[in-house]
């Protein structure tokens, strides 16, 4: 983690599609969620979920702004999650 709060994320992580992403996010959630992962190990794959989620949003954040361009030129747009 950066000093200014932020996540840094990995370079291999950065290579992924976002469906390869989410994936191994939901690969993680399950595998902590069972709980049969050693204390170290879940702190490891803990960091590594962070740095992933923060890498989905991102690329969510990058697709929502690309359809408001899209569907109204960038201007007046409403974000897509708003009625």
């Known amino acids: 983690m950066a000093n200014d709060g932020k996540i840094e994320i990995a370079e291999d992580i950065r290579e992924l599609s976002f469906e ?7 690969t993680i959630v399950e595998r902590l969620e069972r709980g049969d992962v050693a204390l170290e190990a879940s702190i490891e794959i803990y960091q590594r979920g962070s740095q992933l989620r923060t890498y989905c949003d991102e690329k969510l954040r990058d697709a929502q702004m690309r359809i408001e361009k899209i569907s109204d030129g960038g201007t007046g747009a409403q974000p897509l999650d708003e009625e």
């Open 20 to 26: 390869a992403a989410l994936a191994e996010l939901e």
